[in-house]
Nanobody, 116 residues
C-alpha cells in the first residue's frame, strides 16, 4: 500500500504561482504512474498532469504551458509547478499514484484558490 501526503496549496492572486508537493511512502516500488487531479465543487476528479516512472508526462489542455509536473525518485516525491494561475484553476488538488493514472492510492487533497 502507498501513502501520499500533499502540501503547498493556498490562496494566490491571478497570474501568481504555487508549487504542490506529494510525498509517497510505503510500497513505492509498485508505482508506475503518478498524477495530479483536481475536483471542482463535487464534480468528477480530472487529470491535470501526470508523469510515469519512465518520465513521460501528460497534461490537460487547459494547463499545458502553464503547469509542469516533475518527480524526484530519490525522495519519492512528485511536484506540480503552477504558473500564471487563473480563477478557473481553483479546486481541490489530489495526488494519485498507482499502476496507471486514476487507480491506486490518493492523497487527502489540498485546496488551491486563485482570487484577487
Amino acid at each position: 500500500q502507498v501513502r501520499l501526503v500533499e502540501s503547498g496549496g493556498g490562496l494566490v492572486q491571478p497570474g501568481g504561482s504555487l508549487r504542490l508537493s506529494c510525498a509517497a511512502s510505503g510500497n513505492v516500488f509498485s508505482i508506475r504512474a503518478m498524477g495530479w487531479f483536481r475536483q471542482i465543487s463535487g464534480n468528477s476528479r480530472l487529470l491535470v498532469a501526470g508523469i510515469t516512472s519512465g518520465g513521460d508526462t501528460n497534461y490537460a489542455d487547459s494547463v499545458n504551458g502553464r503547469f509542469t509536473v516533475s518527480r524526484d525518485n530519490a525522495k519519492n516525491t512528485m511536484y506540480l509547478q503552477m504558473n500564471n494561475l487563473k480563477p478557473e484553476d481553483t479546486a481541490v488538488y489530489y495526488c494519485n499514484a498507482g499502476a496507471i493514472w486514476g487507480q491506486g492510492s490518493w492523497g487527502q487533497g489540498t485546496q488551491v484558490t486563485v482570487s484577487s
